[in-house]
């Protein structure tokens, strides 16, 4: 009972923000987009909450969600919106409910998650709760294996739930998991529903996302990474829609998404930079809210900033290939680079997704490299580009074992953003 008193917190935090930025957007998509904005809320409240008192408190982080939640409120007049469930709407969240079955399955089988998520975010995330004014300790050098420099949004979305409560339960993690899948299916669906006014585009994209085993296992894993791609995915569909509805307060909301991405893991800081840059470069001529870009985006990222300025150990498993003579860049390495990504392109365990967006580039053509479209295709290729120069510039680790385990699951994070980008190509092409 107490975690769902938590999620309508969290759903009542968001949806202040939201509909002070998107008011004329579907109403149920806005609840959607208020949940993922609300659980980062929470876990930027706990961590100001840990940093200024040193420990957990039961009331002080929910106590910090509701007091911005009333401050919001009475900020302006507030108006609730008006909900009309359209067949369409029913039908979508029938698919979400159908979808939601094989995703309760899994998480039934990885109570724990995946071995990084036990070694990596719950093992962080029980130090910040059990270990009081102890908890900076996860920090040490000895942990270097649970990627200490990583931000911590995903562990202290856990946290606050179990501050809520007042006790530690393993079920939070795993429900926050299912949650964040069906956040994204959900965000996916109404967003497409919404730009393209079609139900089956948007059934269509969600099932060819979550209906992918690896997707599934990924998603219940409690991995970072299923944060990551929701805000990603979240960011963009913003974007998309301020050019349809002409209203910049979505860009803000945009930024603010990509702002709280970049405290989810060091991927999502590369990402959220590129991506934030991008639209301040697309937005440049709008000087009259250029400034409220920079703002938003700023102060949704201020907790990454701290932590990376003042908690953050030494990266202990990097060691730069261009200067080592131990471990240096070698042609072989760059070659296993360049190669290594087609093969996980046609690898099974993709069951042909890779191919079918390869399709739907080539038909959506120029409109993917127009506008905001442009902004999300740049990103997308920015963005791994940096990756695969990381793999090649940290040699600590022997390249194909690395590519083995952790490209999958980059891939993973843009898969809705990338099925996005292609819905909404092929829809003006």
Not at 58 to 63: H, L, N, S, Y
Not at 88 to 110: F, K
Request: glycine share 6%; aromatic share 14%; with cysteine.
């Amino acid at each position: 009972m107490t975690y769902w008193i938590g999620i309508i917190i969290s759903l009542a935090a968001g949806f202040l923000v939201i509909r002070r930025m998107a008011a004329r957007l579907d109403p149920v998509l806005q609840f959607f987009l208020a949940l993922g904005l609300g659980l980062g809320i929470d876990g930027t409240c706990a961590f100001y909450v840990h940093i200024l008192f040193n420990q957990f408190n039961r009331f002080i982080p929910v106590g910090l969600v509701l007091a911005s939640a009333v401050v919001l409120f009475f900020i302006k007049p507030f108006s609730m919106p008006r909900f009309k469930l359209t067949k369409q709407h029913a039908w979508g969240l029938l698919g979400l409910i159908v979808l939601a079955v094989p995703l309760a399955v899994s998480a039934h089988y990885y109570p724990l998650g995946g071995w990084d998520a036990w070694s990596c975010w719950n093992l962080k995330a029980k130090f910040i709760f059990l270990g009081h004014e102890n908890w900076k300790d996860m920090l040490s050098p000895q942990f270097w294996r649970s990627n200490t420099q990583y931000p911590l949004l995903w562990p202290l979305i856990n946290v606050w739930f179990w501050d809520l409560s007042g006790r530690f339960d393993q079920a939070v993690p795993m429900l926050n998991s299912v949650v964040i899948a069906l956040l994204t299916a959900g965000v996916l669906l109404l967003g497409l529903m919404e730009l393209t006014g079609q139900l089956a585009a948007g059934l269509l994209a969600v099932a060819v996302i979550m209906a992918l085993p690896i997707d599934i296992t990924l998603y219940t894993s409690q991995y970072s990474d299923s944060l990551l791609g929701l805000y990603l995915l979240s960011a963009f569909l913003c974007l998309l829609l301020s050019e349809k509805c002409k209203e910049p307060k979505l860009k803000i909301l945009s930024l603010i998404f990509l702002g709280l991405m970049s405290f989810a893991k060091d991927e999502g800081m590369v990402a959220s930079v590129i991506a934030a840059l991008l639209i301040f470069w697309h937005q440049r001529k709008d000087k009259k809210n250029l400034k409220a870009f920079i703002t938003a985006f700023c102060l949704a990222a201020l907790p990454t900033l701290l932590f990376k300025l003042f908690f953050a150990p030494k990266n202990e498993a990097f060691v730069n290939g261009l200067l080592s003579a131990q471990k240096p860049t070698t042609w072989p390495r760059l070659e296993t680079i360049a190669v290594y990504p087609w093969f996980e392109f046609i690898s099974a365990k993709w069951a042909g997704f890779w191919l079918l967006a390869a399709g739907g580039i080539l038909l959506a053509g120029k409109k993917l490299w127009c506008q905001a479209l442009g902004v999300i295709g740049l990103t997308l290729i920015l963005y791994l580009g940096v990756v695969l120069a990381y793999y090649a510039v940290n040699t600590y680790f022997e390249i194909v074992w690395w590519l083995s385990t952790t490209l999958s699951r980059i891939l993973f994070a843009l898969l809705p953003t990338i099925v996005l980008w292609i819905a909404a190509g092929l829809k003006d092409a």
